[in-house]
């Protein structure tokens, strides 16, 4: 009997570890390359240090410097201005998802030229846009001469090479959102579409009270993506403007690696990294929030 109760116990302890066995070797890859890395950034941030040699402790002297940094404001100011128009993305992808979703001849065709853009890189993606935009080559200027007018250097210019970037980034984050639509779609249940016909419910309002609640999933999704993809966004400024002209489409990511890597300046790199991951892990808070609402 007293065996019996034993194999009981050491069963009941299996179930228990097995989580922990399948989640072991995970946690150890995530503790090594990210919160190790994470806390490491931010004891860096306190520190004088040009990446070679003792670091020398400074304390805050770092964010002091930060805070009175012009070109960190501007870096600021053009993450809010990547964050307000990058939101156009889930509008648009959502548009585009359910013009997707209409069972027409030749659909298949057109969804794949709608895909396009996810699955091609970011930096294919800028060295494309680096030629639309090219004043005496490119597809925009050809446009611009055609109704008689003169090509913009749209990425020479410091008041439009923001905007030239960020109409970049729309592309492919368009795409993504539009996908995450799509799969939302085939889990809209036809019962109250058919419902909210006959009682005789307008497109508009089909739209409003009917499908959208039950996407309410894929717009959380969508937005926080959208959201986290505009604060962190780098790889279109690295390729199309190296955050010029003149640092005007700098943005907090590329600010980092610039004064970490280019300067000689760890310790400050750090701090703006810090000042950014504070700021994404707002963001990512509420989407956890809403998500843990959305399972209860």
Same mark, same amino acid.
């Given at each position: 009997?007293?065996?019996?109760?034993?194999?009981?116990?050491? @069963?009941? #302890?299996?179930?228990? =570890?097995?989580?922990?066995?399948? /989640?072991? &070797?995970?946690?150890? +890859?995530?503790?090594?390359?990210?919160?190790?890395?994470i806390f490491q950034t931010i004891w860096i941030?306190?520190?004088?240090?040009?990446?070679?040699?003792?670091?020398?402790?400074?304390?805050?002297?770092?964010?002091?410097?930060?805070?009175?940094?012009?070109?960190?404001?501007?870096?600021?100011?053009?993450?809010?201005?990547?964050?307000?128009?990058?939101?156009?993305?889930?509008?648009?992808?959502?548009?585009?998802?359910?013009?997707?979703?209409?069972?027409?001849?030749?659909?298949?065709?057109?969804?794949?030229?709608?895909?396009?853009?996810?699955?091609?890189?970011?930096?294919?993606?800028?060295?494309?846009?680096?030629?639309?935009?090219?004043?005496? @080559?490119? #597809?925009?200027?050809? =446009?611009?001469?055609?109704?008689? /007018?003169? &090509?913009?250097?749209? +990425?020479?210019?410091?008041?439009?090479?923001?905007?030239?970037?960020?109409?970049?980034?729309l592309w492919p984050q368009t795409a993504y959102?539009?996908?995450?639509?799509?799969?939302?779609?085939?889990?809209?249940?036809?019962?109250?579409?058919?419902?909210?016909?006959?009682?005789?419910?307008?497109?508009?309002?089909?739209?409003?009270?009917?499908?959208?609640?039950?996407?309410?999933?894929?717009?959380?999704?969508?937005?926080?993506?959208?959201?986290?993809?505009?604060?962190?966004?780098?790889?279109?400024?690295?390729?199309?403007?190296?955050?010029?002209?003149?640092?005007?489409?700098?943005?907090?990511?590329?600010?980092?690696?610039?004064?970490?890597?280019?300067?000689?300046?760890?310790?400050?790199?750090?701090?703006?990294?810090?000042?950014l991951f504070l700021i994404m892990t707002v963001?990512?808070?509420?989407?956890?929030?809403?998500?843990?609402?959305?399972?209860?």
């Amino acid at each position: 009997m007293a065996s019996k109760k034993h194999e009981y116990q050491l @069963l009941e #302890l299996q179930y228990k =570890l097995a989580p922990v066995y399948f /989640l072991a &070797p995970a946690l150890i +890859l995530f503790s090594i390359f990210v919160i190790y890395p994470i806390f490491q950034t931010i004891w860096i941030s306190f520190h004088e240090w040009s990446g070679f040699g003792p670091l020398k402790w400074v304390g805050i002297e770092n964010y002091k410097t930060l805070f009175s940094d012009s070109r960190f404001y501007m870096s600021l100011k053009n993450n809010i201005l990547w964050l307000l128009f990058m939101m156009l993305a889930p509008v648009i992808g959502l548009t585009i998802a359910l013009f997707l979703n209409q069972q027409i001849r030749g659909m298949k065709l057109i969804k794949s030229l709608f895909f396009f853009p996810f699955v091609i890189n970011l930096v294919v993606v800028g060295l494309v846009f680096s030629w639309f935009y090219n004043p005496d @080559l490119g #597809l925009l200027a050809e =446009l611009f001469k055609l109704v008689g /007018l003169k &090509p913009i250097p749209v +990425l020479a210019d410091e008041n439009l090479a923001t905007f030239g970037v960020i109409f970049a980034g729309l592309w492919p984050q368009t795409a993504y959102c539009m996908i995450l639509y799509i799969t939302g779609l085939t889990s809209v249940s036809p019962t109250l579409i058919e419902a909210g016909r006959i009682d005789g419910a307008s497109g508009r309002q089909m739209l409003f009270h009917v499908i959208l609640p039950q996407l309410r999933p894929a717009t959380i999704i969508a937005l926080t993506v959208t959201v986290i993809g505009a604060l962190r966004s780098f790889d279109l400024i690295a390729i199309m403007t190296a955050g010029g002209p003149w640092g005007s489409s700098y943005v907090l990511a590329y600010h980092m690696y610039d004064e970490a890597l280019f300067n000689f300046k760890m310790g400050y790199g750090a701090s703006i990294a810090v000042v950014l991951f504070l700021i994404m892990t707002v963001f990512i808070y509420f989407f956890l929030k809403n998500i843990i609402k959305e399972e209860k």
